[in-house]
Nanobody, 119 residues
Framework: QVQLVESGGGLVQPGGSLRLSCAAS????????MGWYRQVPGKERELVAT???????????NYADSVKARFTISRDNAKNTVYLQMNSLKPEDTAVYYC?????????WGKGTLVTVSS
């Protein structure tokens, strides 16, 4: 099993920034990628960004078109933590953000952290 704990959500004004963190524990050696998804009431959960974790440093990244050039996903192997730096936030970025970890056999989710972009 893999446990994921998100932090860093909150209320921010349009144009502001937030950084989300996701700390992983458990069978982390089995994880091949981690990422962030978001969901608003009445809509399906959607991909925000992912990063591969099969190398010691770095990793291949993938972003939703709606967040490219504004959000950056990164990881700190020593802390088993993935980050999502969100800049130039817009009201439409308001959602519950979920951390995701995927092994070759399983997918794991955190409980989510709420991000509200409003003036």
């Amino acid at each position: 099993q893999v446990q994921l704990v998100e932090s860093g959500g909150g209320l921010v004004q349009p144009g502001g920034s937030l950084r989300l963190s996701c700390a992983a524990s458990g069978r982390i050696f089995s994880i091949k990628s981690m990422g962030w998804y978001r969901q608003v009431p009445g809509k399906e959960r959607e991909l925000v960004a992912t990063i591969t974790t099969t190398t010691a440093i770095g990793g291949s990244t993938n972003y939703a078109d709606s967040v490219k050039a504004r959000f950056t996903i990164s990881r700190d192997n020593a802390k088993n933590t993935v980050y999502l730096q969100m800049n130039s936030l817009k009201p439409e970025d308001t959602a519950v953000y979920y951390c995701n970890a995927a092994s070759y056999a399983m997918t794991y989710w955190g409980k989510g952290t709420l991000v509200t972009v409003s003036s």
